[in-house]
C-alpha cells in the first residue's frame, strides 16, 4: 500500500513539474507591445500548400497554421490570421500595415536588405514533372534547353535564375522560365503540358506529389538549401525576439516536431530557431 501511494505521489510530482516546466517557459516568452496590449497575435498568412491552406470545408489547415494556433494558446492570447497575397507581405510589412508574416519564405539576400528573418526550417528547391518525365529530370541540370514554370517571387524563382546561370557555365542552352501567380498554375502547367517541369519548394513539391493522384512525382536532388522562416519589418526586434522564443518553446515542449512529423515535414526541422537580419548570415 505505501508502494503504491509512493507510486502515485513520485507521478503526481513528476506532472506538477511537467506544468510548473510549461508555466514558465511560456511565461518568458517576450510578447510584444502591441500582442501585450491587445491580447491578439495577428499575424499574416498567404495561401500556400501544404504550409497554410484551406480544406474541402473551409477551414484553414497547414503545419504553419498548426504552430501558430500552439503560439498564440501558449502566449495565452488570441490568433488573427490575415489572408494577405505573398507579393503583398513586404510591401505590407515596411509600410506598418502588418507586423508579422506568419509564413515559410525563404530568407535571400534580396530580401534581407528590406525586412528581417525569423527562421523555423531550411529546406531546398526541386524540379518536379510528370511520370513518364522522372529519369529525364534526374538531375537538376536536365531543365536546361526546356521550359520550366515557377511560381512569381518565391524561392522557385530566385533558384531558377541561379539554375539558368549553370546551365550557362556549363555550356548548356538556358530554360524558358514561365512566371506563374499562384503555385497551382505552376502544377497545372506541367500536368497539361504547357511545362516540361516545375520547380518548388521540396516540401510543397512532396505534397502536390502526393495529392496529385499520381500525376506528379519529384524528379531532382533538392539543391540550394537555404533558411526558411517568418518575416518582420527592418529592425523589428521585439516582433523577431517573440517569434524566436515562442518558436524555440513550441520546440521544446515537442509540438514543433510533432507537428512536422505529421505533415512528412520532420526532415526540414531546425534545432532552433534562427534571426537573419544581415546577408552575412547566409554564408556562414
Not at 522557385?156 to 546551365?167: G, I
Not at 513550441?250 to 531546425?270: C, E, Q, S
Request: aromatic share 8%; glycine share 8%.
Amino acid at each position: 500500500m505505501l508502494k503504491i501511494n509512493s507510486e502515485i505521489k513520485s507521478t503526481m510530482l513528476g506532472a506538477a513539474m511537467v506544468f510548473i516546466a510549461a508555466g514558465v517557459s511560456a511565461q518568458t516568452i517576450p510578447k510584444a507591445s502591441y500582442v501585450q496590449s491587445s491580447g491578439k497575435l495577428t499575424i499574416a498568412s498567404t495561401i500556400y500548400a501544404p504550409f497554410a491552406y484551406l480544406d474541402p470545408n473551409g477551414k484553414r489547415v497547414g503545419p504553419s497554421i498548426e504552430l501558430a494556433e500552439a503560439a498564440a494558446k501558449l502566449m495565452g492570447v488570441e490568433l488573427i490570421v490575415q489572408e494577405t497575397p505573398f507579393t503583398a507581405l513586404i510591401p505590407s510589412l515596411k509600410g506598418g500595415r502588418i507586423k508579422v508574416a506568419w509564413l515559410n519564405a525563404t530568407a535571400t539576400a534580396e530580401r534581407l536588405q528590406q525586412v528581417d528573418f525569423v527562421a523555423w526550417l531550411q529546406e531546398g528547391t526541386v524540379v518536379a514533372t510528370t511520370p513518364e518525365n522522372k529519369e529525364t529530370f534526374s538531375k537538376r541540370t536536365a531543365v536546361c534547353g526546356r521550359v520550366v514554370a515557377v511560381q512569381s517571387g518565391t524561392s522557385a524563382d530566385f533558384s531558377a535564375d541561379a539554375l539558368n546561370t549553370e546551365c550557362k557555365a556549363a555550356g548548356l542552352k538556358e530554360f524558358k522560365k514561365d512566371i506563374y501567380p499562384s503555385q497551382q498554375d505552376t502544377v497545372q502547367a506541367v500536368i497539361s503540358k504547357r511545362a516540361d517541369a516545375y520547380l518548388d519548394d521540396s516540401t510543397a513539391a512532396g505534397y502536390y506529389s502526393k495529392v496529385s493522384n499520381g500525376r506528379l512525382v519529384v524528379a531532382s536532388e533538392s539543391f540550394n538549401i537555404r533558411p526558411v522562416g517568418h518575416i518582420v519589418a527592418k529592425g523589428d526586434t521585439e516582433s523577431a525576439n517573440m517569434l524566436s522564443a515562442v518558436i524555440q518553446a513550441l520546440i521544446d515542449n515537442g509540438t514543433y516536431g510533432k507537428v512536422l512529423n505529421k505533415w512528412g515535414m520532420g526532415f526540414a526541422a531546425v534545432d532552433k530557431p534562427v534571426i537573419y537580419t544581415d546577408v552575412s548570415q547566409l554564408k556562414k
